[in-house]
Nanobody
Framework: QVQLVESGGGLVQAGGSLTLSCAVS????????IGWFRQYPGMERTFVAT????????YYVRSVKGRFTISRDNAKKKVYLQMNSLKPEDTAVYYC?????????????????WGQGTQVTVSS
């Protein structure tokens, strides 16, 4: 089990950029895939991007591909989500999550540990 803390959310104009950070505490960080998810009001959390334990493989949901970049620094136990060309529809609470096992391709119910979330608001 690991603990996750997100930071970096805020208010930005459409077309702008934000970088979210996820600090992870716990052992064997590189054994965990890490993912970013978002939740719209009244809806379930959905995938945004995930990254393998080594950082070599990433997955992006189609709506963010080419605009968002997920990366990780295993020495610092941090994962980042660089978000460019933001759109109003990116407005949501963003969560990072950890799943034991290196693969970044896992169903939602295999993501066990969650941060508290950070709000991203994109104004038009």
């Amino acid at each position: 089990q690991v603990q996750l803390v997100e930071s970096g959310g805020g208010l930005v104009q459409a077309g702008g950029s934000l970088t979210l950070s996820c600090a992870v505490s716990g052992r064997y960080f590189s054994n965990y895939a890490i993912g970013w998810f978002r939740q719209y009001p009244g809806m379930e959390r959905t995938f945004v991007a995930t990254i393998s334990g080594s950082g070599d493989s990433q997955y992006y949901v189609r709506s963010v591909k080419g605009r968002f970049t997920i990366s990780r620094d295993n020495a610092k136990k941090k994962v980042y989500l660089q978000m460019n060309s933001l759109k109003p529809e990116d407005t949501a609470v963003y969560y990072c999550s950890a799943s034991y096992g290196s693969s970044e391709l896992k169903p939602l119910n295999e993501w066990q540990d969650w941060g508290q979330g950070t709000q991203v608001t994109v104004s038009s």
